[in-house]
């Protein structure tokens, strides 16, 4: 047991080497299996140990749990959030044994946005964290001090346990994650040069969407996809169909940036290929790597690009724009009324 833990150190300490050298680790391909699905949420199974939740809306992909033989992990790029109940378990395949919350270092990918700190919760071993995306929010749990059985003597504390003795946060400098280690007494060291290239999920082929859509009380005709479970709508053609209701939208595009802007209540313009018809045929789907910001705000969207345009989810873009959505099975019909909120 001894040698092994030894060896672990010695591992940690070559990781911690080989950061310190190249400062920028490699992300892999993700393998991303279907795991479960209803009517709340879809739940990812990513390189066989990370389990990921598709909350949708401005929450996007959140890590609740892994489960795997390392105690030095690279979360998948595609994640953007944690959530406050992520559970780490960590399996040792010598010793035959498990333990939570025993992890060595942690890398997140460029796509995280929040970082919520009490998943990190009793990690005395935890020494090093790279976060590539020097903007995540690490936002302070609160939560309840209970000094007795008197609610009226409970007070309110902050969670701050991302902030285990001897823990380094490795990120680019400026941003909200250097603010946060300095704020809080962590060491902090500048990761140099740009960041690299990260893979994305693999291409898949998806298939039309065979649902009628409702839009404001008139049928309308889109070339939608199936993903997943979910319909995924061109970007243009949705802000197409609301222009001039109370929630229509402009499109931009910034090529220097690979960013789209969406500007709410702004008349959409159009660029010629609105509302085309679909051949009713398979298509092979890219993740969508540009950046998308409404009103200035950048959003956590899953987005996909099919034969040059931008799909995204219905159900992502309507929350973010607060267009309500409905679904009636009996009929297979999605009903989009700008007249009424979002609500799940």
Avoid at 11 to 18: H, K, Q, R, W
Avoid at 333 to 341: E, F, Q, V, W, Y
Wanted: proline share 5%.
């Amino acid at each position: 047991m001894k040698k092994s833990r030894m060896r672990e150190k010695i591992m940690c300490l070559a990781l911690t080497s080989v950061l310190m050298l190249t400062l920028i680790p490699v992300f892999a391909s993700a393998d991303w299996v279907l795991d479960e699905e209803n009517e709340w949420s879809t739940v990812y199974i990513v390189d066989g140990e990370f389990y990921v939740e598709d909350r949708g809306g401005h929450m996007g992909m959140v890590l609740v749990g892994y489960r795997g033989t390392s105690r030095d992990i690279v979360i998948p790029d595609g994640v953007t959030s944690t959530s406050s109940g992520t559970v780490f378990i960590y399996w040792d395949d010598e010793l035959g044994d498990a333990s939570y919350n025993d992890l060595l270092s942690v890398v997140f990918p460029p796509s995280l946005i929040n970082i919520y700190n009490d998943c990190f919760d009793e990690m005395p071993n935890l020494a090093s964290v790279t976060i590539l995306n020097p903007d995540a929010q690490i936002p302070l749990r609160m939560y309840p001090i209970y000094h007795s059985d008197d609610p009226t003597d409970w007070e309110t504390g902050i969670s701050i346990k991302f902030s285990q003795p001897g823990l380094t946060i490795y990120s680019f400098p400026g941003g909200a994650v250097e603010e946060y280690a300095n704020e809080h007494g962590i060491n902090f060291v500048t990761l140099d040069g740009d960041a690299p290239p990260i893979a994305s999920p693999e291409p898949q082929t998806v298939n039309p969407t065979a649902s009628t859509v409702i839009v404001n009380g008139t049928a309308t005709a889109f070339e939608a996809y199936l993903i997943g479970g979910n319909n995924f709508f061109k970007l243009r053609d949705l802000a197409y169909a609301l222009n001039g209701s109370s929630k229509q939208f402009a499109v931009g595009w910034d090529e220097a940036e690979n960013a789209i802007s969406l500007t709410s209540g702004g008349a959409y313009e159009t660029v010629g290929g609105e509302m085309a018809e679909g051949d009713g045929t398979a298509k092979t789907a890219n993740p969508t790597t540009s950046r998308v910001f409404l009103d200035g705000q950048e959003l956590s969207l899953t987005a996909y690009n099919i034969a040059g345009n931008n799909f995204f989810r219905l159900r992502d873009l309507m929350s973010a724009l607060d267009i309500g959505v409905t679904w009636d099975d009996a009929t297979s019909t999605i009903g989009i009324d700008a007249s009424i909120s979002y609500s799940e």
